[in-house]
């Protein structure tokens, strides 16, 4: 892990160097003016600065977010620059990386408060009539710890929430991003959450409390039972490896029939670096075979190593991804690190869909907008 890290370090200041001596020999210093040398290094000792705090966890939240924004918005436009101006002209090089630092600029300053509704379908065999059209409405990846500053967003995300009059919502994980007091101050906020079967909740990465300055077993410990108090506080059923089962009668011929659906909610399940504390199995318990089940899981790669062709769970709802909080047309970063990122997957009976979440550590967000997600059950006709 050590020397994977200080590969990507050297790589990094390799990509963030080079194209500053680059532009600078070529175009800013022969003849140049001496304020303009100095001041042409200022954003990169800036970036390399916020590298070494965010690494050292120095004022983590503004570090990081200062380090990913002049990244975003100084270092990529200069690497693209100094690799087309090699193909067209330096002016349209020139154009193109001003068009790349515009779109960044709008993530961080509007993109983040573009909340859009999607709307999907599962059909399956398994789901009981009494179920046909049950909606229910996904929210993920609220990193709510980002938005301390900006509290609007919580009472506006939550009102669109409430405008959907979903049967049940859930949130797959992510409510902080690194201490479980950042949720206290949007508590009452997000008590106004409702649905006609109630809120189910599961741990995310972030939910740990692994990533702050304090890295101790009885640290992280106690913010989880915190988080786990303040969710309950706010009308939130963690399920920690359980499960729930949500009935409804129906009438057949003047008898009354009862029928369910099982909701699963595992704890966190993904490859290194990432927390794996999820037990599959044990959330499972005795839940009958042909019954329809919902499956919460926070990382989707879950769905194709441990759900996919190894459980009859019909559908499975993860977010984790963010769809790298950029998205332009069909292509998002995520397609580099994971199969399935976003959106709605099936695969014979089983159907996964990935939410790219509501925020992030850093609050940025093009194409990728925040998304607050409704799927539609309906059964499937034989």
């Not at 379908?121 to 929210?139: H, N």
């Not at 599961?202 to 304090?214: A, F, L, P, T």
Request: charged share 20%; with cysteine; proline share 4%.
């Amino acid at each position: 892990m050590a020397k994977n890290m200080i590969f990507f370090t050297v790589i990094f200041v390799v990509l963030l160097l080079v194209p500053d001596i680059y532009i600078a020999a070529e175009y800013i210093y022969p003849p140049g003016i001496v304020w303009l040398k100095i001041a042409w290094w200022i954003p990169t000792v800036l970036t390399l600065a916020c590298f070494v705090l965010a690494n050292r966890e120095i004022w983590h939240n503004t570090s990081i977010r200062l380090f990913i924004g002049l990244v975003l918005c100084v270092a990529l436009p200069k690497l693209l620059f100094t690799l087309i101006q090699f193909i067209v002209s330096p002016w349209i090089a020139l154009a193109l990386s001003a068009a790349l630092v515009l779109v960044f600029v709008y993530g961080f300053f509007f993109g983040w408060r573009r909340i859009v509704v999607k709307n999907a379908i599962c059909t399956s065999k398994l789901l009981p009539k009494s179920f046909d059209g049950y909606r229910i409405l996904q929210l993920s990846d609220l990193h709510i710890g980002t938005f301390k500053a900006n509290p609007s967003f919580i009472k506006k995300l939550v009102k669109q929430v409430n405008e959907q009059n979903a049967d049940l919502i859930v949130f797959t994980g992510d409510l902080v991003n690194v201490r479980a007091d950042e949720a206290r101050p949007f508590m009452a906020d997000l008590s106004k959450m409702k649905s006609k079967d109630g809120i189910y909740s599961i741990m995310g990465n972030h939910d740990y409390c692994e990533y702050g300055q304090d890295h101790s077993e009885e640290y992280e410990k106690r913010n989880q039972n915190i988080l786990h108090y303040l969710e309950a506080k706010m009308g939130w059923q963690m399920l920690d490896n359980a499960h729930v089962t949500i009935g409804r009668l129906r009438q057949d011929g003047g008898q009354n029939i009862s029928e369910s659906i099982a909701i699963i909610g595992v704890e966190n399940i993904s490859k290194p670096p990432f927390p794996d504390y999820g037990n599959l199995k044990e959330a499972i318990g005795d839940l009958p075979d042909g019954m329809f089940k919902i499956l919460l899981s926070h990382d989707p790669s879950h769905w194709r190593r441990g759900v996919l062709n190894k459980t009859d769970i019909a559908l499975t709802l993860s977010g984790h991804t963010h769809a790298g909080q950029l998205k332009i047309g069909k292509f998002s970063p995520s397609k580099w690190a994971y199969n399935e990122w976003g959106g709605k997957y099936t695969e014979g009976d089983s159907m996964l869909y990935v939410s790219t979440g509501i925020g992030g550590t850093v609050p940025f967000r093009f194409g990728a907008w925040p998304e607050i997600n409704v799927i539609t059950l309906r059964c499937k006709k034989s």
